[in-house]
DNA sequence: CAGTGAGCGAGCTTCCGCTTGACTT
């Protein structure tokens, strides 16, 4: 009997193909890639074919060591990761890591059944070394993409460790994305034109609304309608009704997921990806990071039994989808539960919301199209050609809509009603029209989701990486996600009722944004020097066409070190050029607004190390400069001379409360209102410029109230006071202090409240502890943050998940103890530091070893 | 705690893609 080790990449996925494969079978996960190119190093051999030195990554090499030492210990050793370039890379470093012969058993599957692994163990075959080169061609070019770009941003637009910048082949062009997005909103000419709704009042006092179907573009000719439509009479000229049918969504990929999840739960793409995370390693939805819209027959078979069981057999219809997008791997199924019999998830609210959606969508993936019947009445006007159009949707059968219809966070689709009873020839009651103004839209402004959608159909970026690029772009601050509110307008109506046309005015919000992507001034220098600079490598076809190459890598065509050669030589020539050249035209992020009106000076708008500035005057000019921050959301390139000279009117007197007066300034600590030689800072929502006198009464006023130390009452026989210290307010009791969770001031804290938060911190007390013991108080089990975990002295050692930490002896604890003791290598310094690094880093291939 | 931005230059930073568990009041 030969004993066998099978390898995949998801310790999750391990657990079932173990139950699967049986007893001579030992299932591990190699946990993603095990090794890489090293992260604070080109270490590739530029001169010698772009030789990648790769090292096991420091993470992995518990994870190496391991799975050697079950190497040893089988006879037969299965790569068993995942069927795409990364997967067939990481099953070479695998072979190479460990050891294996060239003719390692390779063996590949796109569905977790016992089917298929099966037949995989039947068919295995040998690395594909073209696709793995095609894999080391995507690393290499990203690497060199990325590290010899990033200098140039540092040497050029900024430098400094904290919050450096960086580039590459996909975060640049994400940002890109919403730069451009924005200028699009910006230069957008909005247009109004007027839209034309009728509401007729039909024989059983049922209402009929119809429209228009041209608009009209000035409020003159919608009032010469209207006029024109007073005396008329209304009939209807024609009833059509036409079957129609909608079908449902394909199931499933991480992109539609995290679009799906932010429009109907509001979760962000992380959030989405943490709460699916979960799901999947409880064993209740497939894998979670997937391109591929395709279930597997037995999962399909599954969906019609569970369909069958709860809607009847009349709405099944099973459906194998197929992707239409060319940059899809497809090395797993969509993303659907395990079991389609199990409604409930288990874990929080949220997981068993987005398990819901999971739910939902694959189940209704395989049900029926929902029949329509619509219904379109044409109704003429006696004094005009022109004609109203009435339409009304029925809907004859369900189907899969059944499923969403149950749901209630869908509104995308706004169902159209019924129509009322109506012949042609019927003549209709007006009872009123009216001529709305509208105003044209631009483009939105993308979502964290929105921008993942844009990505993946440009096939930048991959399933896995669609939430960390997010995170980089935020983290780099070229782009910022917030709310903003939106401005008002005025709009014109036009009312016709009983022969009377009358004007009215209206207001409307418009263009405010919830959780948007918007570019900061860093976002916008960064992008434009790239576009300038580097367009070859920010064009939305980069890679599009690096991709193309990459196959041609796997289909052995092409070596991949030739199509690098082919790429870098011009790249890399551009970067010398840009590097050593002095820039032409004016320092990135720089723009001259104007002339200051009193002094005649100069006045321009910067990007500085501390962010936007304006400056008046110019350093080489006998007196200094002047100098002032740009608000939040103020851009360089649109910024004006007025509201630019209107930032120097900090710091301003607003006015005198208990004879002293109150300044308003911005320090380095944010804005502030100054009285008495103390500061208060405002809150995030005052704006420094516009904020009132009495505003900073009640701000000062409030920060005294928090200052001061009160008692509220007594508790158990003793004094409750609040106050607010170094972490700042607290509730004290009984010589203990509890912070006040956020939003809650002592201001406004009850005696009632202040008791609750007594008491909750004691239960939370009282369940941090698992267990102690008096034999030896410096031994404790600890419920933490991250799960249980043993406290010795000034040790913490994590406790193992097979163990019951309730039930730990003393003795258990101290043998937990000491096994893994304390043999912490201190890590090796870093070497004292090389030579200075030549541009490439040729010099790095001396031998590692 | 309540000012800084240029320039002089050393020394710091960085990519994309695959995975989860390490941080502990």
């Known amino acids: 009997m030969s004993k066998n080790l099978v390898i995949v990449e998801s310790p999750a996925k391990a657990r079932t193909i173990e139950g699967y494969l049986g007893k001579d079978f ?66 070479w470093h695998l072979k190479e890591a460990l050891g294996l012969k060239d003719d390692t058993k390779r063996i590949v599957f796109h569905e977790i059944t016992k089917k298929a692994i099966q037949n995989a163990i039947e068919s295995p075959r040998l690395i594909d070394i073209d696709l793995v080169n095609a894999q080391q061609a995507r690393r290499v070019l990203d690497r060199l993409v990325g590290f010899e770009l990033s200098p140039v941003l540092w040497k050029k637009i900024k430098s400094g460790s904290s919050m450096a910048l960086s580039a590459g082949r996909v975060q640049s062009v994400a940002v890109r994305l919403i730069v451009e997005r924005e200028r699009e909103i910006d230069g957008h000419n909005t247009k109004s034109s007027y839209k034309v709704t009728a509401q007729f009042i039909v024989d059983n006092g049922k209402i009929l609304n119809s429209e228009l179907p041209k608009n009209f573009s000035t409020l003159d000719e919608a009032r010469a309608f209207l006029d024109k439509c007073r005396e008329a009479i209304f009939t209807i000229r024609n009833l059509e009704t036409k079957p129609a049918k909608k079908s449902p969504a394909p199931p499933f990929t991480t992109s539609t997921l995290q679009q799906e999840a932010s429009r109907k739960l509001s979760f962000s793409v992380l959030q989405t990806m943490t709460l699916a995370q979960k799901l999947y390693e409880s064993g209740k939805i497939s894998y979670m990071r997937t391109d591929s819209i395709s279930l597997s027959q037995e999962a399909i078979d599954k969906a019609k039994q569970a369909i069958t069981s709860d809607f009847g057999e009349k709405y099944v219809h099973t459906r194998q989808y197929k992707t239409k997008s060319e940059s899809a791997q497809e090395a797993h199924e969509a993303i659907r539960p395990t079991d389609f019999s199990v409604k409930t998830a288990g874990g929080d609210r949220n997981e068993q919301r987005l398990y819901d959606l999971i739910w939902k969508r694959s189940i209704a993936s395989q049900m029926a199209d929902a029949q329509l019947e619509r219904t379109t009445a044409t109704i003429g006007i006696s004094t005009t050609p022109e004609e109203l159009i009435a339409q009304g949707e ?24 019924m129509l009322p009873p109506l012949s042609i020839g019927q003549v209709l009651n007006l009872d009123q029209m009216k001529a709305t103004q509208k105003f044209s839209r631009p483009a939105p402004r993308y979502t964290e989701a929105s921008l993942v959608k844009k990505l993946e159909e440009m096939g930048i970026g991959r399933p896995s990486t669609y939430a960390p690029t997010i995170s980089t772009i935020v983290k780099r601050q070229y782009v910022i996600k917030e709310d903003r509110p939106g401005k008002e307008r005025d709009f014109k109506e036009l009312i016709l009722k009983q022969g009377q046309i009358q004007e009215k005015t209206g207001k409307e919000n418009y263009g405010s944004e919830k959780a948007k992507l918007f570019p900061t001034n860093m976002g916008l220098v960064v992008n434009d020097f790239l576009v300038e600079y580097f367009e070859g490598i920010v064009d939305y076809k980069f890679t599009a066409n690096v991709e193309k190459e990459f196959d041609e890598i796997a289909n052995g065509k092409v070596g991949w070190q ?68 740009l608000k939040k959301d103020q851009l360089i390139e649109s910024i004006s001379l007025d509201e630019a000279l209107d930032l120097f009117s900090l710091p301003r007197e607003v006015g005198f409360f208990e004879d002293k007066p109150m300044v ?47 008692s509220i009452g007594e508790f158990e026989g003793k004094l409750i006071t609040t106050g607010k210290g170094r972490f700042g307010p607290y509730v004290k009791h009984d010589e203990k202090y509890i912070s006040l969770p956020k939003g809650e001031f002592p201001a406004g804290l009850t005696l009632e409240r202040a008791i609750e938060l007594i008491q909750q911190k004691r239960l939370t007390e009282s369940n941090k502890y698992i267990r102690e013991f008096p034999e030896n108080p410096a031994v404790k089990v600890v419920n933490g943050m991250y799960g249980p975990y043993l406290a010795i002295g000034k040790r913490n050692i994590k406790i193992p998940k097979d163990v019951e930490p309730a039930s730990l002896t003393l003795e258990d604890c101290l043998k937990l103890a000491g096994d893994t003791g304390g043999d912490e290598k201190p890590k090796a310094k870093k070497g004292t530091k090389a030579p200075a690094k030549s541009t490439v880093a040729a010099k790095k291939t001396a031998v590692k070893k």
């Open 664 to 710: 308003i300034g911005i320090g380095k600590y944010g804005p502030y209102v100054k009285h008495d030689d103390k500061y208060v800072s405002l809150s995030k929502d005052d704006d420094p410029y516009t904020v009132t006198a009495e505003r900073a009464v009640e701000l000062i006023q409030q920060k005294r109230i928090e200052n001061i130390s009160e």
């Open 26 to 91: 030992v299932v591990k996960s190699s946990y993603g890639h095990v090794r890489d190119l090293p992260k604070d190093d080109m270490a590739i051999d530029i001169q010698n074919g772009f030789r990648p030195i790769y090292e096991v990554t420091p993470d992995k090499r518990q994870v190496i060591s391991e799975l050697k030492k079950l190497v040893k210990e089988s006879d037969v050793i299965w790569l068993a990761t995942d069927d795409d370039r990364e997967g067939e890379a990481i099953s």
């Open 394 to 417: 029925v809907i004859k059968f369900d189907g899969f809509l059944k499923v969403y219809l149950e749901s209630t966070d869908d509104e995308d689709e706004e169902s159209k009603g």
């Open 562 to 629: 030739d199509m690098i050669q082919n790429f870098y030589g011009d790249f890399h020539r551009n970067v010398e050029t840009v590097q050593g050249a002095t820039l032409t035209g004016s320092k990135p992020g720089s723009r001259d607004l104007g002339i200051h009106p009193e002094s005649g000076k100069k006045v321009s708008a910067r990007l500085g190390k501390y962010g936007a500035y304006v400056q008046i005057g110019e350093a080489t000019d006998e007196d200094k400069p002047q100098f002032a921050n």
